[in-house]
């Protein structure tokens, strides 16, 4: 099959939207013409559109204790060459509604609920289920003791958690059927400290029951950040203790996981206003009769604006592997529980786990209201002994026998934009394509990898 040919597929998912985002994008320049042209001389003027539509007020008739919010998120992706083989494409939807209640009874108290609904449609490749669709479960429900800013605070209950820029702790709010955790959090706060320590586990979404947590697994641990060590930075160390069980064992029995990750996390604005980021974790523990010896490094830096809303963006990933599968060590990275869409490539076909990662872009803050974001990744094997890792932590190659021949992965471009229709209703697009290295062809069949989608999402009973 001609490269055209793949091309054109690549754009049927962006076109079978348009009707749909010209509707929108029709609708609102028409309501901003209405609020800007006057009325012909001697008709009655109308009032102003200042306000949202109706249902979105409804903030403001309900007593102030309580506040809702719903959101509706209706994506389409797909991908054209699924494991990297000619003619596995799929075009499929997404569709996710929430609903959130939060009730306030007092300075120090709170309350908050979470429903959601996610649902999966047209999908012919790959699973179905979870994080795809999720019917109808509590997503959150926690409570809120102590006053938002005030020196300590407590939430307990279902919940998200999310440490910097979620590398390891997040909540991954682009799958259909995002992460949350049961358990307690306490956060101290003083004028230049604030430490969260956690217990918690994670909730497991279950296709014909609730949802829950528990069943061996535990995930603790504390960060600390503070502003005051270096000028215009945060410092935030971290230590994380994940406990589970019945996970294989390098000699295949299975045993109980115990692995700390220690790190820490830096960044901050040079005089010359460049923003840098870098991040280190280590970790050590046991699986069983194995060892853990793993460690993984993150660096960015980003130019300050020009022309003058264009930013350059380097980056640098890299994340341990594995040796060798029968020495009783796990070299491979743990990435614990993160939000990894788009940090290592917007296909989220790699993760951090064994690979160097090399990435360049831009950031054009403004064309017409319309920010756009353009980025070149490419990608090596850490260890030419195991495998290649999605941005989920699940194998997407397999580790060769005899190690692969090349520890080359391949190269990524990618585009994405997004706009805000109005103050309820935005817009996001992307389209990414993987050119397969050295590792990839010898590993798999080797055809180029792209995977594009359009998505809206419409906030309801409040006003954004």
């Given at each position: 099959?001609?490269y055209?040919h793949?091309?054109?597929?690549s754009?049927?998912?962006?076109v079978?939207?348009l ?12 309501a ?21 539509p ?23 992706e ?15 939807w ?9 009730l306030?009874?007092?300075?120090d ?10 649902r999966v ?21 926690f ?11 407590v ?5 998200e ?32 400290v604030?430490?969260?320590?956690f ?33 215009k930075?945060?410092?935030?160390p971290?230590?994380?203790?994940r ?27 040079t005089?010359?206003?460049f ?31 020009f022309g ?7 980056e ?29 490539g ?17 950031e ?49 471009i ?25 590792f ?25």
């Amino acid at each position: 099959m001609t490269y055209r040919h793949r091309s054109v597929r690549s754009v049927r998912l962006l076109v079978c939207l348009l009707p749909v985002l010209l509707a929108c994008a029709a609708t609102g320049h028409a309501a901003r013409a209405a609020e800007s042209v006057p009325a012909p001389s001697g008709t009655a003027q109308p009032a102003a559109a200042s306000s949202p539509p109706l249902p979105n007020r409804l903030n403001l008739v309900l007593p102030g204790w309580i506040r809702v919010r719903g959101e509706f998120r209706e994506r389409v992706e797909g991908f054209e060459n699924s494991g990297y083989t000619t003619g596995r494409d799929d075009v499929y939807w997404l569709s996710r509604l929430r609903v959130n209640a939060t009730l306030i009874p007092s300075r120090d108290l709170s309350f908050q609920l979470q429903v959601q609904d996610a649902r999966v449609a047209q999908k012919q490749i790959g699973p179905t289920g979870a994080p795809f669709k999720a019917t109808v479960d509590l997503r959150m429900a926690f409570a809120d003791i102590g006053a938002a800013a005030g020196r300590v605070t407590v939430r307990a209950g279902r919940q998200e958690l999310a440490f910097g820029e979620q590398r390891l702790v997040g909540h991954v709010s682009w799958l259909n059927a995002a992460r949350t955790f049961d358990g307690a959090r306490v956060t101290l706060r003083s004028k230049t400290v604030t430490l969260d320590l956690f217990a918690t586990s994670v909730v497991r979404i279950l296709p014909d029951t609730w949802d829950r947590s528990g069943n061996g697994n535990a995930f603790y641990g504390g960060y600390l950040t503070t502003s005051t060590l270096v000028r215009k930075s945060s410092v935030e160390p971290y230590f994380f203790f994940r406990q589970d069980k019945n996970l294989k064992v390098e000699s295949g029995t299975f045993g109980r996981l115990r692995q700390t990750t220690t790190g820490v996390r830096w960044t901050g604005t040079t005089p010359a206003r460049f923003e840098y980021g870098v991040e280190a974790a280590m970790q050590r523990g046991s699986l069983g009769s194995d060892s853990i010896s793993a460690w993984a490094g993150h660096a960015q830096v980003k130019t300050p604006a020009f022309g003058p809303t264009v930013r350059a963006i380097g980056e640098y990933n890299y994340a341990s592997g594995d040796a060798s599968p029968t020495d009783g060590v796990r070299g491979t990275f743990d990435q614990l529980y993160p939000t990894p869409h788009d940090k290592y490539g917007l296909a989220d076909q790699v993760g951090w786990r064994n690979i160097h990662h090399v990435r360049a872009g831009f950031e054009i803050a403004r064309v017409k209201a319309w920010p756009i974001t353009a980025n070149y990744h490419t990608w090596w094997l850490a260890d030419a002994h195991d495998a290649l890792y999605l941005a989920g932590g699940a194998v997407a190659v397999a580790a060769m026998a005899a190690g692969a021949p090349g520890r080359h992965v391949g190269q990524e471009i990618d585009l994405q934009l997004a706009h805000p229709m109005t103050p309820q209703l935005a817009l996001a697009a992307g389209y990414a394509h993987i050119r397969p290295g050295q590792f990839l062809k010898a590993a798999t069949p080797g055809a180029s990898y792209s995977a594009p989608f359009v998505m809206l999402t419409y906030v309801f009973l409040a006003e954004k």
